[in-house]
């Protein structure tokens, strides 16, 4: 299945009054101005990259959970189990 979105990590570069955001091929994904919102881009920068390695965190607790047994539950029980279930489906789908 081909990515979603542009290869991890991200990274800022200021160039020229802008803040480039470049993907990990080293692709420019935006331009932003670099003024007040080079933060912005930082911010987004972070999110980004944070999100990925909280999804494969949740996904290997999820591996873990179900080898061990613990995530035999009912689907809508709203336990843990069933949310980070759910969290993860909604992660995937962007």
């Known amino acids: 299945m081909a990515e979603k979105y542009s290869p991890l990590p991200w990274r800022v570069k200021d160039s020229d009054g ?11 994904v935006t331009f932003i101005d670099a003024g007040p919102e080079m933060a912005d881009a930082e911010f987004i920068v972070r999110a980004v990259n944070n999100h990925a390695e909280l999804l494969a965190a949740l996904k290997a607790t ?20 069933d949310i980070c279930r759910a969290a993860i489906a909604k992660a995937d789908a962007l």
């Open 62 to 81: 999820m591996a873990y959970w179900t080898d061990t047994g613990f995530a035999e539950c009912d689907e809508g029980c709203n336990c843990i189990v």
């Open 18 to 28: 802008y803040a480039v955001i470049k993907d990990g091929r080293g692709e420019c």
